[in-house]
């Protein structure tokens, strides 16, 4: 008897850890400065992992942008569903994706200033 798969709301609800971040710095564009940045999280049932995009405008100010590849994947369960890409986006505003962004980048800058647009 197949066991039932991993309910939408047990995973928006679930105790959440950031696994780790990984971030590519552009290289290949002249005018542009940035990052390609993924940031996996955990929880006992599933793995999320968020791709974003921070870009530097004027000065030393970032963008941070959610790109649409928001991947969710289960350990010992299968998905019962398919996430729509609402709820991949709400479960990633749950988890703060984007203040998490922003402590990354002020660390990597070594300083204190305001560096986002808001």
Not at 62 to 91: C, M, N
């Amino acid at each position: 008897m197949d066991e039932p798969g991993l309910d939408p709301d047990h995973l928006h609800t679930s105790a959440w850890m950031e696994l780790r971040t990984e971030l590519h710095q552009w290289d290949d564009f002249e005018d542009v400065e940035g990052f390609d940045c993924l940031t996996r999280y955990w929880c006992s049932d599933a793995v999320f992992e968020i791709y974003w995009v921070a870009e530097r405008e004027e000065g030393n100010e970032y963008s941070v942008y959610l790109t649409e590849d928001l991947q969710l994947a289960g350990f010992k369960k299968r998905l019962s569903y398919q996430p729509s890409i609402e709820w991949k986006r709400a479960l990633a505003v749950k988890l703060g994706w984007q203040q998490r962004a922003k402590e990354i980048l002020r660390e990597l800058s070594g300083t204190q200033m305001e560096l986002f647009k808001e």
